[in-house]
């Protein structure tokens, strides 16, 4: 069974930069679509980014295109998202989340599992 952990939010500063890692266990990893999803208070949880399994297809929320980057290391078992020109409106728990089919999607149904999440703060 795949695990996810995430790692690497914080509180940063309006324009600044993070990058989230997730590190998933298992060797399945390389067969994986891997997806970026945040959940901000009061609100639903919704689609960042993702990646499919050979990294050919990814797609990204409007709200963060031209900010954010997907990426992973096979080698690593680790999917990153870089998050550049960060806003307030970032302010959410970052989730990574997989699903085994290999398929990128930006809907959560897909995904079956997923991290425990991991809390980004962005300052005015």
């Known amino acids: 069974q795949v695990q996810l952990v995430e790692s690497g939010g914080g509180l940063v500063q309006a324009g600044g930069s993070l990058t989230l890692s997730c590190a998933a266990s298992g060797r399945t990893f390389r067969s994986l679509a891997l997806g970026w999803f945040r959940q901000a208070p009061g609100k639903e949880r919704e689609f960042v980014a993702a990646?499919?399994?050979?990294?050919?297809?990814?797609y990204y929320a409007d709200a963060v295109k031209g900010r954010f980057t997907i990426s992973r290391d096979n080698a690593k078992n680790t999917v990153y998202l870089q998050m550049n020109t960060l806003k307030p409106e970032d302010t959410a728990v970052y989730f990574c989340a997989a699903a085994l089919s290999g398929t990128a999607s930006t809907i959560r149904d897909p995904y079956s599992i997923w991290g425990q999440g991991t809390q980004v703060n962005v300052s005015s």
């Open positions: 990646m499919n399994w050979s990294g050919g297809t990814i």
